[in-house]
């Protein structure tokens, strides 16, 4: 299957500083990738989608100033956490489907543990 | 907005037992039906896809069925090994917009 990575997988910061995600497909293009988080035991909640070229499509509730989302390739989109505070502590997934496919199968990076101090 | 339940929520079974996960979904409009296992502090892994057009896929132990009618799909595992121990996710996708369930906790006691 095709391949979707994330990185860093765990960072740990202090309150105040700002955090960037990768999420890059590997083997395969994507117009659009997903955001996620997950709270422990939980499943995943959609922050946005990304796509590439233009703005990301916020979910209700999610503060796009802090949450800024970059896709400026077909391979790379980055999720920034700006004056990270320990309440966004949490997993975050990114996700994407190949442009060449039509079968619309969804990719998920491994994730990223974000630990705000 | 379309909703998705899986059912149970955690399972518990002896090695060897086959077993059935079920997912349940609002809105038959669906594009494809995709199941997901996650292990702990990972990211998650595509088992099986069913688009819309099919009513099942199989790959080794994994069988997925979809009945679009009734607004069901089930995850069937054979023989089940303590390395099936994760939580399964099952989610549709209705064009661009994906809907989880919340999972279910699968442990397969050796």
């Known amino acids: 299957g095709a391949v979707v990575s994330q990185h860093p997988s765990r960072v740990i910061c202090k309150s105040g500083t700002s955090v960037k995600i990768e999420c890059r497909s590997l083997?395969?293009?994507?117009?659009?990738m997903f955001w996620y988080r997950q709270f422990p035991k939980q499943s995943l909640m959609l922050m946005a989608t990304?796509?590439?070229?233009?703005?990301?499509?916020?979910e209700q509730g999610v503060e796009k100033d802090k949450f800024l989302i970059n896709h400026a390739s077909l391979t790379l989109s980055t999720l920034t956490v700006t004056s990270a505070h320990p309440e966004d502590s949490s997993f975050y997934i990114c996700s994407a489907s190949n442009v060449d496919s039509n079968t619309g199968e969804l990719f998920f990076g491994e994730g990223s543990r974000l630990t705000v101090l | 907005k379309q909703e998705v339940t899986q059912i149970p929520a955690a399972l518990s079974v002896p090695e060897g037992e086959n077993l059935v996960l079920n997912c349940s979904f609002t809105?038959?409009?669906?594009?494809?039906l995709q199941w997901f296992r996650q292990d702990p502090g990972k990211g998650l892994t595509s088992l099986l896809l069913i688009q819309s057009s099919q009513r099942e896929q199989t790959s080794g132990r994994l069988n997925a069925s979809l009945d679009k009618s009734s607004g069901r799909s089930t995850l069937y595992i054979a023989a089940s090994q303590p390395g099936d121990s994760a939580t399964y996710l099952c989610?549709?996708?209705?064009?661009?917009?994906?809907?989880f369930g919340t999972g279910t906790s699968l442990t397969v006691i050796p």
């Open positions: 990304s796509n590439e070229g233009s703005k990301a499509t916020y």
């Open positions: 809105d038959s409009a669906i594009y494809n």
């Open positions: 083997d395969f293009q994507a117009t659009t």
């Open positions: 989610a549709v996708s209705g064009g661009n917009q994906f809907y």
